[in-house]
C-alpha cells in the first residue's frame, strides 16, 4: 500500500514537471510578442531592448527555463502585461467570488443531479427515468453561454425575478457595503449579520450558478443512474429486498451506498470542467471572478495570465487524480 | 534472401475475417436502428449533413451570410421574408444559421479526423513496440491529459492567433492523447495474436507490423470513439469562438453568432435563440446517436 502511494505520488511529480515543461513550451515556441504587449504599440526600439531584458527574453532557452521553474516554486506566477501586477496578487483578489460561485454550483449539482440519478434508476423506463435522461441529455448537450443568455432572458426579462448580473444589488455594493472581513462576500455577510445583503447575494448567485452546474448535473444523474442499475442487479439488493427491508432503506443505505465511487471520480474530473466553464458563465453574468479575468485576458492577449491559470488548474488536476486513485485503492474492495 | 522475404506480405484481414466483421456490423446497426430515438437521430444528422452540403447554396439571402450588410432591416423580428428574423446589420439569420450547418459539421470532422491522424498511429507505436517508446509515449499523453482538455485548447489558441483554422489546430493539440490511449490498449492484446506473431516470424520489418497490421486491425473502437466525440467537438469550438478565440466576423458560425447577439439579447431574443437551438439540437442528435451505439456495443454498460 505504501509502495503504490510513493509510486503514484512520483507519477504525480513526473506529470507536473511534464506540465510545466509543455506551458514553457507553448509560451515561448509558439509565434507571440509578449514585448509588444508590455511596452504598447509607440515604444521606441531602446524600450523594446530594455523590455526584452526585463522580460528575460533575451537570454538562453535552458535559463530561460530555470528562471520559470524557479518563479514557479517561488509561487510567482509572472506579471499581468495589462496592469503590470503579479499574476498571483491579481488572481487572488478574484478567487473568493469564483470559489463561492463553484461551491453553490457544485452544491446545486450534487443535491440534485445524484438524487435524479438514483430515482432515474428506481424507475427505470418509467416516466421519472424518461424525464430525467431527457433533462441530462439536454443539458450535457446545450452550450454553457447559450443556456446562461436563456436564464437571463427567461427569469430577468420575462419574469422579473432576479437581477441581471454581477455580484450584488447597487445599494449593498455602493451605498452600504458590507465590511470585508474575509474577502469571501457569503462569509463578510454572515459574520456581519447583514441578513438583508446575503439575500441580495444568494439572489444573485442563483442564475450563474444553475448555468455553471448545469452540465455537472448531468453528468452526476447518468453516472449515479448507471452504476446505480449495475448495483440494483446485484444478489445482495435482492436479498436485502426479500427480507422485507423497506425500499427507501434498500435504495440508499445499501445500493446507493456502494455506487457512489463512480460518481466521486467523476466529480474530481467535473472541477476542471466547471473552471474553464466559469469563463464562460462569469463574462455573461459579470461576475467579478478568475473567469472574467481570463476571458478579458484572452481578449487582450495577456498571457502570463492565461499561462497561470493554465498551469495552476493542470497541478491541481493532477493532485486531484492523484488523490482520487489513492482514495479508490485505500478502498478495501479494490485493494490487491 | 531477407528481401525476399519481407515482400512475401501476409493478408492484413483474411478474406473470412472480413466476411465475419461485416456480418457483425450489420447486426449492430440493425440493434441500434431498432432503437426509435437512435433513428430520429441518424436522420436528423442525415438531413443536417445534406443542409450542410446544399445549404449554402439555396438559402434566401446568400449577401448574408457573405456579410453583406443592410441597415434598412436591422435587428427585425421573425416575419415572413426573414423566419429567424435579422441580425444588427440586417442579415437574414435563417440564412445564417443554415450556413452556420458546414462551418460546424466541417470544423467538427476536420478537428476529428486530424485528433485521429495524430493520435492513432503514436497509440498503434506505443503498444506494439512497447518498452521505452510506450514509456515516453505515454508519459507524454499524461502530461497532455493533466490539462482539463477546454482549458489546452484555450492556452493554444491564444497563442496560435484568433481564427477558425487555429482554434481547430487547439482542439487537435488537446485531444489526440486520448485517442492515443484507446489505440494503445488495441494494439497491446493485438500484439499478441497469431497474425501479429506470424508476420514477425517471416521477418516482416518492425515498422511494418506496427502501422501496417496492427494500426488497421486497431482502428475500430477509436472510429467509435471518435464519432461519439462530434458533439463535445462542436460545443467545444461554439465557446471558443464564443471567447472570441474561433471563427472571425462575418463568418456565420453559431458560437461567433450567439456572442455578437449578447449586445442585443434582451430586446432581440430570436439572434441569440436560434443559432443556440442549432448547436443543441445538433450536439443533443450526436450525443444520442453516440448514447445507441454504446448501448449496441456494450449492453451492460447502458447509461442513457
Known amino acids: ?336 | 534472401m531477407s528481401a525476399g522475404v519481407a515482400r512475401l506480405r501476409l493478408p492484413r484481414v483474411s478474406s473470412q475475417a472480413l466476411a465475419a466483421r461485416v456480418r457483425e456490423t450489420r447486426i449492430r446497426w440493425h440493434l441500434l436502428m431498432r432503437n426509435k430515438l437512435a433513428r430520429v437521430c441518424v436522420v436528423f444528422i442525415g438531413i443536417l449533413v445534406l443542409v450542410a452540403i446544399v445549404g449554402p447554396l439555396l438559402v434566401p439571402y446568400p449577401d448574408s451570410v457573405r456579410g453583406g450588410v443592410d441597415l434598412n432591416v436591422k435587428l427585425q423580428s421573425p416575419s415572413w421574408s426573414h423566419p429567424l428574423g435579422t441580425d444588427e446589420f440586417g442579415r437574414d439569420m435563417f440564412s445564417r444559421v443554415v450556413a452556420g450547418a458546414r462551418i460546424s459539421l466541417s470544423a467538427a470532422a476536420i478537428t476529428i479526423a486530424l485528433a485521429l491522424l495524430l493520435g492513432a498511429p503514436l497509440g498503434a507505436l506505443a503498444g506494439g513496440v512497447g518498452g521505452i517508446v510506450d514509456d515516453v509515449i505515454m508519459r507524454i499523453v499524461d502530461v497532455f491529459l493533466s490539462f482539463p482538455s477546454v482549458l489546452l485548447a484555450i492556452a493554444i489558441a491564444v497563442f496560435l492567433g484568433a481564427s477558425l483554422r487555429n482554434a481547430v489546430l487547439a482542439i487537435v493539440l488537446s485531444w489526440w492523447p486520448w485517442y492515443t490511449r484507446i489505440v494503445r490498449s488495441q494494439a497491446i492484446s493485438l500484439k499478441e495474436r497469431q497474425f501479429v506473431r506470424a508476420a514477425t516470424a517471416i521477418g516482416t520489418p518492425k515498422r511494418d507490423i506496427v502501422f501496417r497490421h496492427i494500426l488497421p486491425n486497431a482502428m475500430g473502437p477509436v472510429i467509435v470513439q471518435a464519432s461519439l466525440d462530434f458533439g463535445y467537438v462542436i460545443l467545444t469550438l461554439a465557446a471558443l469562438s464564443f471567447l472570441g478565440l474561433g471563427a472571425q466576423s462575418p463568418t456565420p458560425e453559431w458560437g461567433l453568432m450567439i456572442n455578437l447577439s449578447r449586445n442585443y439579447f434582451l430586446t432581440a431574443w430570436w439572434y441569440m435563440l436560434f443559432p443556440g437551438l442549432a448547436i443543441s439540437f445538433t450536439v443533443l442528435a450526436f450525443n444520442v446517436l453516440g448514447d445507441g451505439i454504446r448501448e449496441v456495443l456494450d449492453p451492460k454498460s447502458r447509461t442513457y
Open chain 1, 1 to 336: 500500500m505504501g509502495a503504490f502511494i510513493l509510486r503514484r505520488a512520483l507519477l504525480g511529480v513526473l506529470v507536473v514537471f511534464g506540465v510545466l515543461v509543455l506551458t514553457f513550451v507553448l509560451t515561448r515556441v509558439v509565434p507571440s510578442d509578449p514585448v509588444s504587449q508590455w511596452v504598447g504599440p509607440r515604444a521606441t526600439a531602446a524600450q523594446r531592448v530594455a523590455a526584452r531584458g526585463q522580460l528575460g527574453l533575451d537570454k538562453p532557452i535552458y535559463v530561460q527555463f530555470r528562471v520559470f521553474l524557479a518563479a514557479f516554486v517561488r509561487g510567482d506566477l509572472g506579471t499581468s502585461l495589462a496592469s503590470h501586477q503579479p499574476v498571483s496578487k491579481e488572481l487572488r483578489a478574484f478567487l473568493p467570488a469564483t470559489a463561492d460561485l463553484m461551491f453553490v454550483a457544485v452544491a446545486f449539482a450534487v443535491l440534485l443531479g445524484i438524487p435524479m440519478g438514483v430515482f432515474s434508476a428506481r424507475y427505470k423506463d418509467r416516466r421519472p427515468d424518461h424525464i430525467a435522461r431527457v433533462v441530462a441529455v439536454s443539458a450535457v448537450s446545450m452550450p454553457t453561454f447559450w443556456l446562461a443568455l436563456l436564464l437571463q432572458m427567461v427569469f430577468f426579462r420575462w419574469l422579473h425575478l432576479l437581477p441581471l448580473g454581477g455580484q450584488q444589488s447597487q445599494y449593498y455594493s455602493v451605498i452600504q457595503p458590507v465590511p470585508k472581513a474575509t474577502g469571501f462576500l457569503f462569509l463578510d455577510c454572515v459574520i456581519a449579520g447583514n441578513w438583508g445583503a446575503l439575500v441580495d447575494y444568494l439572489q444573485h448567485l442563483i442564475m450563474p450558478a444553475i448555468a455553471l452546474g448545469a452540465g455537472t448535473l448531468a453528468v452526476l444523474a447518468r453516472m449515479t443512474r448507471s452504476s446505480m442499475l449495475e448495483i440494483l442487479n446485484e444478489d445482495y439488493i435482492t436479498a436485502a429486498r426479500s427480507y422485507g427491508l423497506s425500499e427507501g432503506v434498500v435504495l440508499w443505505r445499501y445500493a446507493f451506498k456502494n455506487s457512489i465511487g463512480p460518481t466521486v471520480t467523476v466529480l474530481a474530473l467535473q472541477i476542471g470542467w466547471l473552471l474553464v466553464n466559469t469563463f464562460l458563465v462569469e463574462t455573461i453574468f459579470n461576475w467579478p471572478g478568475i473567469g472574467n479575468y481570463i476571458a478579458t485576458s484572452v481578449v487582450t492577449l495577456n498571457y502570463p495570465a492565461i499561462i497561470a491559470v493554465t498551469l495552476l488548474s493542470a497541478v491541481a488536476y493532477v493532485i486531484l487524480n492523484a488523490v482520487a486513485d489513492i482514495v479508490i485503492a485505500v478502498d478495501p474492495r479494490v485493494r490487491h
